[in-house]
Nanobody, 120 residues
Framework: QVQLVESGGGLVQAGGSLRLSCAAS????????MGWYRQAPGKQRELVAA???????NYADSVKARFTISRDNAKNTVYLQMNSLKPEDTAVYYC??????????????WGQGTQVTVSS
C-alpha cells in the first residue's frame, strides 16, 4: 500500500519560513511528478509547485521567488521551502505524487494535508 506522509506545517509570523516534507512509502516501482497543492477555506485546491524526476520545476505565480520545491529521489521525498510567508499563504497544504506501485497501475496519490497558518 502506497502512502504519502507530510510533516512540517505550523504557525508562523508573516515574513517567516517553514519547510514541508512529504515521504512516499510502500511497494513503489517508480515516482514521476511530485508536487504541493494548497486549499484555503472557501477556495478551490490550487497547485503551488511541482517537480519532475529530473528536477524541472513549476510554480504558481503567487509563490515564485519565495518558495522552492526540491526532491530526494533516493528517499522518495519531496520538500517545499517556504520563505517570506504572507497571511494569504495560510491553507492546508497537500502533497501529491504520480506513483507506479509494483503491482498496480500508475496513478496520483495524496497526502493527508498539513496546516500552514501565517499570522500578520
Amino acid at each position: 500500500q502506497v502512502q504519502l506522509v507530510e510533516s512540517g506545517g505550523g504557525l508562523v509570523q508573516a515574513g517567516g519560513s517553514l519547510r514541508l516534507s512529504c515521504a512516499a512509502s510502500g511497494n513503489i516501482f517508480s515516482i514521476n511528478l511530485m508536487g504541493w497543492y494548497r486549499q484555503a477555506p472557501g477556495k478551490q485546491r490550487e497547485l503551488v509547485a511541482a517537480i519532475t524526476t529530473g528536477g524541472s520545476t513549476n510554480y504558481a505565480d503567487s509563490v515564485k521567488a519565495r518558495f522552492t520545491i526540491s526532491r530526494d529521489n533516493a528517499k522518495n521525498t519531496v520538500y517545499l521551502q517556504m520563505n517570506s510567508l504572507k497571511p494569504e499563504d495560510t491553507a492546508v497544504y497537500y502533497c501529491n505524487a504520480n506513483i507506479a506501485p509494483m503491482t498496480a497501475d500508475l496513478r496520483d496519490y495524496w497526502g493527508q494535508g498539513t496546516q500552514v497558518t501565517v499570522s500578520s
